[in-house]
């Protein structure tokens, strides 16, 4: 039972351009979500969370939106670089207990 | 701080060897967490603990899986006997108060 759903296993964006990364979850008792980032031979690293009292988050050219209604989240890139190349996990926890991931996106950005 | 370390990187068994994988988390962190990657399920967490106790072990797949954490320094996760669909790559992450998870570089295991 995935509770946390990436549907894209990939996505190609020009340079400069704006990447839009999607997630779904389906249980309503999430209240915190992150994004990590991920790149080969690497563990995942920290790149942006949410509050479900709150819709957006900006942290630079990283924005984070939330839907609550929809159970749906985004993460936003703008402007995409190619070091932005990696693998993006979506995560979701209740009352910070332990992250439910999602499969990952791959994102490659293309000079 | 040197991070999450994680032992060995890459780890290549024979089906029906026991295999372990060790992690030394970030000194002061009291939650501990294994993860495994697969492409078909992304990270998937196995077990975790706080403050060296296990508090979660639902992810664990079945019997063969075990993981055991002594002291607040190391904590090893051992599979006996391996199998091929056990080859994966195995995150371990430590935090404090379960915010803002730190990652190890992982181990590759390779189950011939």
């Known amino acids: 039972d995935q509770q946390v759903k990436q549907n894209s296993p990939s996505l190609s964006v020009q340079e400069g351009r704006i990447s839009i990364l999607n997630c779904d979850y389906t249980n309503s008792m999430f209240d915190y979500f992150l994004w990590y980032k991920k790149y080969p031979a690497e563990g995942p690293t920290f790149l942006i969370s949410i509050s479900s009292i709150k819709d957006k988050n900006e942290d630079g050219r990283f924005t984070v939106f939330l839907n609550k209604s929809a159970k749906h989240l985004s993460l936003h890139i703008v402007p995409s670089q190619p070091g932005d190349s990696a693998v993006y996990f979506c995560?979701?926890?209740?009352?910070?207990?332990?992250?439910?991931f999602g499969t990952g996106t791959r994102l490659l950005v293309s000079p | 701080d040197a991070g999450v370390i994680q032992s060995p990187r890459h780890e290549v068994t024979e089906m029906g060897q026991e295999v372990t994988l060790r992690c030394k988390p970030i000194s002061g962190h009291d939650y501990l967490f294994w993860y495994r990657q697969t492409m078909m399920r992304g990270l998937e967490l196995l077990i975790y603990f706080n403050n060296n106790v296990p508090i979660d072990d639902s992810g664990m797949p079945e019997d063969r899986f075990s993981a055991k954490m002594p002291n607040a320094s190391f904590s090893t996760l051992k599979i006996q006997p391996s199998e091929p669909r056990d080859s994966a790559v195995y995150f371990c992450a430590s935090t404090v108060r379960g915010v803002g998870y730190t990652f190890g570089s992982g181990t590759r295991l390779t189950v011939v």
């Open positions: 995560a979701a926890s209740t009352s910070f207990q332990k992250l439910v």
